[in-house]
């Protein structure tokens, strides 16, 4: 066995060892920050070695009084992940498959419906005092895009503009876990970004950028929750959209008009088929009124 480690210690060499080597997200790197920080708050920075099952449990049960369950069930998971590590390296330290994972809180998801979509897309695009030609093309190019790949806002943000090519209706983007997948964009969204990227006088590779002035900069994900967001006002919507929102509308559209699941999940890149399970709550809810208005009822 080799020297032992203190449980802060095993976080780090977790965070070098497979997130920092890996190129994982920050997300991901914060989520190993907390974890790490809530164990050792609540039992001392101990040797790994001396951590316990009934210390893990007594732990988790603090951990439900001040978090959600998603939380607590992502600080778990995260210890595990440690406990792994450590274990294939040798390391004296707590079987891993000794400490249970927390079931995931049942949700149900914000969605939009198309017209709802269309109407954000028609909103975005308005003059406006202050709001520049450019900002309107490119905004309404970035809200079309995230609706028909169903990206993810960090996904958007690295795109660079020779990911799409002319007259090509897919392309490639880097995912969770830097794993890639396929998307595709339908011809109207192609036109907006085409005619976005016809405004763009500068040599600079990202897709999306900041000012047009600076083609430097890079989108980052802040902007581009503005620009939902505000597109969101705009268009009268009461509902609380976010840029996630526009993803959770492209899976719920495409389980809406019968597409398999399967495919629905390798659209989203979910690792998971169970977190791809998390929009058939939509289907179940058509299920629901077409049962009530087509089923016919028993009388008494």
Not at 7 to 29: G, H, P
Not at 86 to 102: S, T
């Amino acid at each position: 066995m080799k020297p032992d480690l203190t449980l802060s210690e095993a976080f780090e060499l977790y965070r070098k060892d497979v997130i920092v080597y890996k190129n994982q997200s920050a997300k991901t790197e914060e989520m190993n920050r907390c974890a790490m920080k809530s164990i050792v708050d609540f039992l001392g920075d101990i040797p790994i070695s001396e951590l316990e099952f009934d210390q893990v449990r007594k732990w988790t049960a603090n951990l439900r009084k001040t978090r959600t369950s998603n939380t607590v069930r992502g600080y778990i998971l995260k210890l595990r992940v440690v406990l792994k590590h450590l274990k294939a390296l040798n390391y004296k330290a707590l079987d891993a498959e000794a400490v249970g994972i927390p079931k995931r809180d049942s949700r149900v998801v914000d969605y939009l419906e198309v017209d709802e979509v269309q109407a954000m897309l028609h909103a975005v695009f308005q003059k406006g005092a202050g709001y520049t030609k450019f900002k309107r093309y490119r905004n309404r190019a970035i809200i079309a895009l995230m609706f028909s790949a169903g990206l993810r806002n960090g996904e958007l943000c690295a795109m660079e503009r020779t990911q799409i090519k002319p007259g090509i209706d897919s392309f490639t983007v880097i995912g969770k876990g830097n794993k890639p997948r396929v998307c595709f964009i339908d011809p109207v969204t192609h036109k907006y970004i085409d005619e976005y990227l016809a405004l763009r006088d500068d040599p600079y590779p990202a897709l999306f950028v900041s000012e047009q002035q600076k083609g430097q900069e890079k989108i980052n994900p802040g902007v581009v929750q503005m620009v939902v967001k505000n597109a969101a006002i705009k268009a009268g919507l009461e509902k609380n959209i976010h840029p996630h929102t526009l993803r959770h509308s492209f899976a719920t559209d495409l389980l809406r008009n019968n597409t398999n699941i399967v495919y629905v999940k390798e659209l989203l890149g979910h690792t998971s088929i169970q977190v791809t399970m998390t929009y058939t709550h939509v289907v179940n809810e058509d299920l629901r009124e077409i049962h009530r208005r087509k089923h016919t009822v028993i009388h008494a």
